[in-house]
């Protein structure tokens, strides 16, 4: 303990140095701590904004000239886990949480096609003179880039006559279709737009319309990323107490301080 003590009076501006370099560098540990903590309340108060203008944004439609086709956007929910998405949408998480595997990203839909009318033959087609069962073919045949549409089929019903008063009593009886095929091609996705992320759909079909459009991206079940391999060489100060090397070539115990190179073995 003398010998320590001794020392300590012999290097005191020596040491008042090193304890300068030690508090600088757990200022600068400090201040690289509170600059990333600054940076995570930054992100979650970013994150909330986000959800909470998901939660009443409405869906933008336009026409993308490079695609030749609608493009349909709406701000969507950005979220650390799956269970954060129940407090802004309870009826998809519920769907969600039955899905098989881990959901990384989700995006739900709803989507009209408007046709407009459909054609009908101008010719009744008798099914039963007898009974004065009859029927009238109709058939909707339409196609485009993003939407196609067959349906054929025919519409029955009888014709009652009143001979009384000369009228006629028409009385439903069913409607079969023949072919009825639908197809919607729609493409999905995130992107990330003026500081924000957006859900987005497009179709190239002018007889589609997308009523709602919700997305969920998921943190938690994103890839990680590859670990940062741990350097193994460093420099900095030192202070310790083992056996030193003298200036007259000999060993001893005592206390000792310096700048040095170290290469680390295991690190924890």
């Not at 769907?95 to 033959?121: F, M, N, P, R, W």
């Not at 009652?160 to 919607?184: C, G, L, M, Y």
Request: aromatic share 12%; proline share 3%; glycine share 8%.
């Amino acid at each position: 303990m003398k010998e320590i003590l001794e020392f300590i009076k012999k290097n005191y501006p020596l040491i008042s140095i090193f304890i300068i370099a030690i508090l600088g560098v757990f200022l600068l540990q400090s201040y690289s701590t509170l600059k990333h903590e600054r940076k995570d309340r930054e992100y979650e108060k970013k994150q909330y904004e986000q959800n909470q203008q998901a939660l009443v944004d409405s869906i933008s439609v336009i026409f993308n000239k490079k695609l030749s086709a609608w493009e349909y956007s709406k701000d969507n929910f950005v979220l650390q886990k799956l269970d954060d998405l129940e407090k802004y949408n309870k009826q998809l998480t519920d769907e969600l949480k039955k899905v098989k595997g881990d959901v990384i990203a989700a995006i739900k839909t709803e989507v009209q096609g408007d046709l407009g009318g459909i054609s009908t033959a101008s010719n009744l087609e008798v099914l039963d003179s007898k009974n004065n069962h009859y029927g009238l073919s109709f058939k909707s045949d339409y196609k485009d880039n993003g939407f196609e549409q067959k349906l054929e089929g025919i519409s029955k019903f009888y014709v009652i006559p009143n001979e009384k008063d000369r009228t006629w009593n028409i009385q439903p009886d069913s409607t079969i279709f023949n072919v009825n095929s639908t197809t919607v091609k729609l493409t999905y996705g995130f992107k990330e737009l003026n500081d924000k992320y957006q859900v987005f759909a497009i179709s190239s079909s002018d007889k589609i319309k997308i009523t709602d459009l919700t997305g969920g991206y998921f943190i938690d079940k994103q890839p990680v990323p590859q670990p940062v391999k741990k350097k193994k060489w460093g420099i900095g100060p030192y202070i310790g107490y083992g056996v030193n090397l003298n200036n007259n070539g000999t060993f001893g115990f005592g206390a000792s301080l310096g700048l040095g190179i170290h290469y680390n073995i295991i690190q924890w």
